[in-house]
Structures are given as C-alpha cells and as structure tokens.
C-alpha cells in the first residue's frame, strides 16, 4: 500500500486528510506537537492501516532531518507528502502586529515546509513515478486582504516555491501541487485569534464554510491522480465566499 506522510495531522484538514487516506488503505505518517492527539488518530486508524506518529515541530530543522533519517523500513518508501501545517496570527492592521507573531507564521508556514520538504525530496525521489508533494496554500498568497500581512506572503512562497520545485523536479516523477482553500471551519481561527472561541464561532455563523472533509477530499483527489497529471494549483473556495471590490482613501 502507498504511505502518505502528512504534517500537521493533529486537527483541521490534516486529521482529515489522514482518515480519508486511511479510508482507502494508505500508510500514514502522521505528524504535529500534539502527542496526545497523534496518539488518538492511531488509536482510531490503526486497526486499519498503517500508522507511524511523530511528535515534530515543523520549524525544528535537526528535528525534522532526523525524524525522517530514521524512518522505520516499513515507512521509508514515501508516495504522497502532504505538506499542511501551518497557521495565521495577528488578525489586524499590520503596524499593530507584535513582530513574534510574523515570525512565527514564516517559521512555521515557510521555514517548517521548506524543513520538511528538504528532508523528504530524496525519499520521494526515491518512489519515483506517481510520487507527490502536496503543499497547503491559501487564497492569501494570491488575493491580498486587511489583516493579511505576513500569512499571505507565506502562503505566496509557498505557491513559488512548488512551481520552483516542479522545474527542478523534471524527470523525476515527484509532482507538486498548490492546494489553495478559501474559507474553511477548522482550528484555525482560533489559532489566528489566540483561543477566542466567539470570534472564531462569529466567522463561520451564518454561512457556508468548507469543511476539513472537503479539502480532504481534494488532497486525496490530486494524490490519486495518474502518474502522468500534475494539478500545479487548485483554489477552492466555498461558494459563499467572494471577493470585495478595491477601497479608496479619501479626504
Ligand atoms: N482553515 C482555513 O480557512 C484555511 C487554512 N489553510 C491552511 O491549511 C493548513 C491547515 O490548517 P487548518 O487545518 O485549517 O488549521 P488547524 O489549526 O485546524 O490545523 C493546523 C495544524 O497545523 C499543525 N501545526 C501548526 N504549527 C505547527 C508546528 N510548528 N509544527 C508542526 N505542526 C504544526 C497543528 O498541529 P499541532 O498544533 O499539534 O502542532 C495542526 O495539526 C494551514 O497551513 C493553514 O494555513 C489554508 C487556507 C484556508
Ligand atoms: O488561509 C486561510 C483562508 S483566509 O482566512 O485567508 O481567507
């Protein structure tokens, strides 16, 4: 069966990609800081499949290295990477931002990715044909919004650095995708708000946003593709998110 190593397990579109790969009898490298509920994924996909967990912070680079050099064999021949953690911060005007908050989304959503794909190029190199790398974007590398600042500048790396990848990818087989998702209800804006519950709650009320589940299933889409596709972009907004028109200071 092929192994899916995905980061950033633990909540949101991660814990659902792991169960929709699982669904289909993939391996699963599943990792996140968050022991416990690394230990709760296996303890509910283990019966059916495969499962290795890391306790890893993406940012840690010795870390990461180390963690896939030691791979078990049965884990080694990597298919799919799915490149997800990340986070946003400081919902507010950038001059208002405490400058520990944008390095903490560039240590996380560039420095981690960056850490992760480096360490794992060669095993993925190493599969070959039909070998992926699926990295978790945003509509805010492309679409600029208040509040944006730093999050959609990483997630503009990140969408150049896969394309980047793909050049120096050619002849391997290894494809790489941008998943860029719109809105959708998961962690994440209580971790953009820093545990405020009622503004996270205040977002997603009242609409339709995607679920983790529907990114899921669009990660998995591009993973199973044949080996001859390569998806470089996907944007997937819900159908009630849009955008504004331009706004204009005036006197
Ligand atoms: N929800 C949304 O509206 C959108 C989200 N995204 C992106 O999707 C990805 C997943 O977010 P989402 O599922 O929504 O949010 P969640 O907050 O639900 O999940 C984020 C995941 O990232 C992990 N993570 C965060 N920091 C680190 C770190 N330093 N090391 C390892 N793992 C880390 C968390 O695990 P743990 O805390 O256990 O380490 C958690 O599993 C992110 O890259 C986000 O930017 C993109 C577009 C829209
Ligand atoms: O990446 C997250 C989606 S949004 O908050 O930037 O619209």
């Not at 899916?4 to 929709?20: K, L, N, P, V, W």
């Not at 599943?30 to 993406?58: F, I, P, S």
């Not at 159908?239 to 028109?245: I, L």
Request: aromatic share 6%; charged share 20%; hydrophobic share 45%.
């Amino acid at each position: 069966m092929p192994i899916a190593m995905i980061t950033g397990a633990t909540s949101g579109f991660g814990r659902a990609a792991a169960h929709r790969f699982a669904a289909a009898g993939w391996s699963l490298i599943l990792t996140g800081r968050r022991t416990e509920r690394l230990e709760a994924l296996e303890q509910a996909l283990g019966d059916k499949v495969r499962v290795l967990t890391l306790t890893l912070d993406v940012r840690d680079a010795e870390a990461v290295a180390r963690a896939v050099e030691e791979l078990p064999d049965a884990f080694r021949g990597v298919t799919c990477l799915v490149n997800n953690a990340g986070l946003a911060l400081a919902p507010k005007p950038a001059q208002e931002v405490d400058l520990a908050d944008w390095h903490t989304m560039i240590d996380t959503n560039v420095t981690g990715l960056v850490n992760v794909t480096h360490a794992m190029l060669p095993r993925l190199i190493a599969t070959g044909a039909g070998a992926s790398i699926i990295n978790i974007g945003s509509v805010a590398g492309s679409w600029p919004y208040p509040g944006g600042h730093v999050y959609g500048a990483t997630k503009a790396f990140v969408e150049q650095f896969g394309y980047n990848l793909r050049c120096d990818l050619k002849g391997t087989g290894v494809r790489v995708t941008d998943i860029a998702p719109g809105m959708a209800e998961t962690e994440f804006t209580l971790v953009r708000t820093k545990g405020d519950q009622a503004a996270s709650d205040a977002l997603y009320s009242g609409t339709t946003p995607l679920q983790a589940e529907d990114i899921a299933e669009q990660i998995f889409h591009v993973a199973t593709l044949p080996d001859h596709i390569n998806i470089n972009r996907l944007e997937v907004m819900p159908t009630r998110q849009t955008w504004s028109p331009f706004t204009i200071d005036r006197d």
